[in-house]
């Protein structure tokens, strides 16, 4: 069965404090892997998207890497802006579905 | 571009009531999921609908259910009312052909069940 993993389920920061968040994902034949934002009361809000193991991709102060069975979201020097769930998600090539993670709770302090 | 757009935000119902709740797609979008958020269980996918016909279901009672219109608004119902049920409802939208890419999210549906 596919299934995601997010570790760890909260983490608090010092601002300019680099971190990492991990998402292990199962799933039979990977079609891509999604990291999202989500802000408290609002809908996910997609950052990347990634479909083979040795990708990166980079926006701001986050970059996002995919391994054959988890992917990474670096936070460089982050800001309190930052501070949000990020949640991972997976598509397999059975099915159209994307299952979620729990995500992981981040909070940047000041 | 307008957003996806649920509504209603927030409803209160109580226990064995019925609720449906609406989402509109981004324009030119065909498909549309429903997920169910809660604190313990993040996001849930309940069904996916595509070119008004449900294309993925997930494993949830069939007191869900959904529907599609020609315009490729979508709204789901659910009938009998747990207290479990109290949840996000979030609705996101894609170009569905094929489905992959990344879902553009509403903001949501707050269903407290009394």
Not at chain 1, 43 to 65: D, M, Q
Not at chain 2, 76 to 104: H, I, K, Q, R
Request: aromatic share 12%; charged share 20%; proline share 5%.
């Amino acid at each position: 069965e596919d299934q995601v993993t997010q570790s760890p389920e909260a983490l608090r920061l010092q601002e300019g404090e680099s971190s990492s968040l991990n998402c292990s994902y199962t799933v039979s034949g990977l079609r891509g892997l999604f990291w999202y934002r989500q802000d408290p009361g609002k809908g996910p809000e997609f950052l990347f998207t990634l479909y083979s193991a040795g990708e990166e991709k980079e926006k701001e102060r986050l970059k996002a890497t995919l391994t054959k069975k988890e992917s990474f979201l670096h936070i460089t020097a982050p800001k309190p802006e930052d501070s949000a769930t990020y949640l991972c998600a997976v598509q397999g090539y059975t099915g159209n579905q994307f299952y979620f993670g729990t995500g992981t709770s981040l909070t940047v302090i000041p | 571009k307008a957003g996806v757009t649920q509504t209603p935000r927030y409803l209160i119902k109580t226990r064995g009531q019925q609720v449906t709740l609406s989402c509109s797609p981004i324009s030119g979008h065909r498909s549309v999921s429903w997920y169910q958020q809660t604190p313990g269980q993040g996001l849930q996918f309940l069904f996916e609908y595509f070119s008004e016909t449900q294309r993925n279901k997930g494993n949830f009672p069939g007191r869900f259910s959904g529907r599609q219109f020609s315009n490729s608004r979508s709204e789901m119902n659910v009938s009998t009312l747990e207290l479990g049920d109290s949840a996000l409802y979030l609705c996101a939208s894609s170009s569905g052909v094929p489905n992959t890419g990344e879902l553009f999210f509403g903001e949501g549906s707050r269903l407290t069940v009394l």
